[in-house]
């Protein structure tokens, strides 16, 4: 039996280790605590906090939750393996401090109730050329948040940082992620492996696989290595 945390499951990449983990038969339980309920094709929480219409026979809940104000006390924080796929932009945020608050403190709070609870496994999802001591914010916070993590002791921490995510059109508009996605596409081969768009599924399945496995430590998997040769 082998229960899933997956937080951020409303994101691209969230979405899809949602839909991975539904459909793997390793998987008997997910549990995706989100702002809002997910998509009647695959829950339809309501807000006491379980799925109503639960998905895979019932394997799925969603509870309804305040990233703010997270509760310290639900059964569902201890699970076999956590996948966190949290995050936003600056322009989405509002400002840096807002930015920092969601990809760091939001991650972060998550992840300490998990391994309080019992957790010992997790994944996250984060970014090319994160680093605590760059000079650009968004990689800087990323960076931070990797190093915190890392503090909190997990038997085993997996980290994906990818490029360009592709997996078709977000909810929210990105405009900088839009024009990256049409010049990687036109250029093709000519960039170097690790810069290249990488599909959502693939980062999804990346951070599964490495949940399941459950190796001891700590492990970083950099964006080319996601890809296939060619």
Not at 127 to 145: C, H, I, M, Q, W
């Amino acid at each position: 039996m082998t229960t899933i945390l997956v937080l951020g499951a409303t994101g691209l990449v969230g979405a899809q280790v949602l839909r991975l983990a539904l459909a793997h038969p390793e998987v008997t339980k997910v549990v995706a605590p989100a702002r809002r309920a997910l998509s009647s094709g695959l829950s339809g929480a309501a807000g006491g906090g379980k799925a109503e219409r639960p998905d895979r026979g019932g394997r799925l809940e969603n509870p309804i939750v305040d990233f703010e104000r997270l509760p310290e006390d639900a059964a569902w924080w201890r699970a076999d393996a956590a996948i966190c796929a949290l995050g936003t932009t600056i322009r989405q945020a509002g400002s840096q401090t807002a930015f920092r608050r969601v990809d760091h403190d939001y991650v972060l709070g998550a992840a300490r109730l998990a391994r309080l609870a019992g957790t010992p496994v997790f994944a996250l999802n984060s970014s090319l050329a994160a680093d605590p001591a760059s000079k650009n914010f968004y990689l800087r916070v990323k960076g931070e948040t990797e190093r915190d993590l890392a503090a909190l002791g997990f038997d085993s921490l997996t980290i994906v940082r990818p490029s360009l995510l592709d997996g078709g059109p977000r909810p929210e508009l990105r405009r900088g992620e839009l024009m990256g996605l049409f010049v990687a596409r036109l250029l093709g081969p000519l960039i170097p492996r690790r810069y290249r768009p990488v599909p959502t599924r693939l980062v999804a399945q990346a951070m599964l696989d490495a949940c399941l496995r459950a190796d001891p430590g700590v492990r970083v998997i950099e964006s080319g290595r996601l890809l296939a040769p060619g």
